[in-house]
């Protein structure tokens, strides 16, 4: 089993920083990519960025590229994201997920989900 734990999650103002990380403990050798989303009340959970394991390939929705990046740490298994120049549209719960299967593709189904962790920008 994996479990995954997010933190991070604050009020910001809008045009500030923040960095989530999340922790991964378990098998993490069963989930080759890793992943962000987000998600606001009465809204789908929405695909924010992912990046693999083993070659930090990354990927990230067009609403986040150029202000997000999504980074990890294989020796102590953690992803970050981090957010630069938010703003409200940025206020979300955001999760972190892991997924088993690559071929299901970065935007595609993930198998392992974290608790989340809430971020809210202030304008």
């Known amino acids: 089993q994996v479990q995954l734990v997010e933190s991070g999650g604050r009020l910001v103002q809008a045009g500030g920083s923040l960095r989530l990380s999340c922790a991964a403990s378990g098998r993490t050798f069963t989930i080759p990519r890793m992943g962000w989303f987000r998600q606001t009340p009465g809204k789908e959970r929405e695909f924010v960025a992912a990046?693999?394991?083993?070659?930090?390939?990354?990927y990230y929705a067009d609403s986040v590229k150029g202000r997000f990046t999504v980074s990890r740490d294989n020796a102590k298994n953690l992803v970050y994201l981090q957010m630069n120049n938010l703003n409200s549209e940025d206020t979300a719960v955001y999760y972190c997920?892991?997924?088993?299967?690559?071929?299901?593709?970065?935007?595609?189904?993930?198998?392992?989900w974290g608790q989340g962790t809430q971020v809210t920008v202030s304008s």
């Open positions: 990046i693999t394991w083993n070659d930090s390939s990354s």
């Open positions: 997920a892991g997924q088993t299967v690559v071929w299901m593709g970065p935007r595609g189904q993930y198998q392992v």
